[in-house]
């Protein structure tokens, strides 16, 4: 995301090694050059996230899967992480010194935190509602921006303080980069055998919760769960939840956890609805699809991101960077789906399960080798230029649109009735008058006057070269 950048032009270098020519002049071209297919890739990023909050209620098959599985909107966080790797390795490349690196590092950390908080924490009621507040009792504490925010301090500061190290040898092959840069890969095997370690080896008790939702039927009454088991991957028995029970508290989760979609819970599945009278009692509870336990997996993702960084600052030539990048997607991808399909460990965001890693990490290093290839290689930049401005500005978008905050400004200018706004009134007459479909009209006003026309805001912002940063 843009706003954990540490250059001060708004997107990154394309940092090559020393080639062996004579001329200066093409030296210093080549140096100078941009990577503009991470502006490209984030953008993206941030046009799904859009796309998969804002179309999902009507688009079930790309909203988060309710439990096992991966739908369209799985792959999102997974990108943003790994698109901080690869920014964190070109990033700090620039600041030698060690002091003012961490610095930077920490206080962009705590911005990220911040915001994360105030975004959502659920001060901000937006767009659904027109008001704000939250009770501090009940405020989330993990989110989005706070899942980047571990995974930025914790890669980059493995990245400072073994820099002396990298520097020591500057010639790598396919696999000698990975034993230049050792540390990073000896921290994944740590945080994997860490997070595995609790996963399956955590007991997890009996639990019950109280409905504090004064909205609710249910409000006041208190539900059983019954579990005494350990290695569970199931909703209401797994470690991941009990540890963030235990450590933030059931009221500062997440209150509308995706698995209210499963079967098991409501008759609209795979669509939201009422819950079944016969659901389980833990259908009723909060889940933190952003906690403590599934950050620390999420951290594997940004490593990956990292070596794919090292990759363009360490390798010559764009063949060897692509076949380095594509090998290892397809071997990620298939190592994951091996993991799923076999019942070993299955695919799943809300634990973010090594296979989950795999599968949404192999995913983005295609995605982006494609990217490369298409932008950087064969200079076709002019049809991606909306993600690309979108990419430069991503926390402005990020805020603005997936947040909803400029769409319940927007709501809050309406004529006699409070549901009568301008966004209304596009999507009846404009969509829905004309596709006589909510599905189709719902998702064509979220690609073309959502996502376009963040595109052409942040166009017009990158002609005077304004952009939001942290």
């Known amino acids: ?52 909050d804002h179309a999902g209620g009507d688009w079930p098959e790309i909203s988060h899967a309710p439990w096992n599985g991966c739908n369209l909107a799985d792959f999102v966080m997974p990108f943003f992480l790994f698109i901080v790797g690869v920014a964190i390795a070109l990033a ?20 990220l935190l911040f915001w994360g908080i105030l ?35 914790l890669v980059s500061l493995v990245e400072i303080f ?21 540390w990073h890969w000896l921290m994944a095997a740590c945080v994997l055998v860490v997070y595995l370690a609790l996963l399956y080896g955590t007991y997890v008790p009996d639990w019950h919760f109280t409905i504090i939702n004064k909205d609710s039927a249910d409000y006041g009454k208190v539900f059983n769960v019954t579990c005494g088991v350990r290695g569970k991957l199931n909703p209401p028995c797994n470690a991941v939840g009990y540890i963030d029970r ?70 010559k030539g764009h063949l060897a960077r692509l076949k380095q990048w594509v090998t290892m997607g397809f071997a990620l991808l298939i190592f994951g789906l091996t993991l799923h399909f076999t019942n070993a460990i299955p695919l799943n965001k809300q634990l973010y399960t090594l296979s989950y890693v795999c599968v949404t990490s192999g995913a983005a290093a ?9 932008v950087d290689i064969w200079n076709l930049k002019y049809p991606f230029l909306p993600l690309a401005w979108i990419g430069m500005n991503a926390m402005l978008v990020y805020v603005m649109a997936a947040e909803g905050i400029f769409a319940g400004f927007i709501s809050g200018w309406y004529y006699g009735d409070p549901h009568n706004t301008l966004p209304y009134w596009i999507k009846k007459h404009a969509f829905l008058g004309v ?17 376009l026309f963040w595109g052409l805001v942040t166009g017009i912002l990158h002609r005077f070269g304004i952009y939001w940063k942290l």
């Open 1 to 52: 995301m843009a706003e954990i950048k540490a250059e001060t032009t708004h997107h990154h270098p394309l940092i090559i090694s020393e080639p062996d020519v004579s001329d200066q002049q093409e030296k210093s071209h080549l140096k100078t050059q941009r990577l503009a297919s991470l502006d490209i890739f984030r953008g993206l990023a941030v046009a799904l996230m859009i796309l998969v």
């Open 435 to 451: 596709w006589h479909s909510r599905k189709v009209s719902t998702i064509l006003y979220v690609i073309f006057v959502e996502i």
């Open 92 to 111: 700090l490349k620039r600041i030698p010194d060690r002091a003012d690196a961490v610095k930077k590092v920490i206080f962009r950390t705590l911005k």
């Open 366 to 374: 295609l995605v982006f080798s494609a990217i490369y290839a298409l």
């Open 246 to 315: 235990k450590v933030l508290g059931i009221n500062h989760m997440y209150h509308h956890p995706a698995w209210r979609r499963s079967k098991a819970c409501t008759q609209d599945s795979p669509f939201e609805g009422p819950l079944r009278k016969d659901a389980p009692s833990w259908c009723h509870a909060p889940f933190e699809p952003e906690g403590l336990l599934s950050s620390v997996s999420s951290i594997l993702s940004t490593i990956i991101g990292v070596h794919f960084g090292h990759v363009i600052i360490r390798m």
């Open 162 to 182: 073994t820099k002396d190290v990298q520097d020591k040898d500057q010639s790598v092959g396919q696999f000698s980069i990975f034993r230049l840069y050792c």
């Open 119 to 153: 975004l959502q924490g659920g001060f901000s009621h937006a767009p659904d509602e027109l008001t704000y507040g939250v009770d501090v009792r009940m405020i989330r504490l993990c989110g989005v921006l706070q899942r980047i925010a571990l995974s930025y301090l």
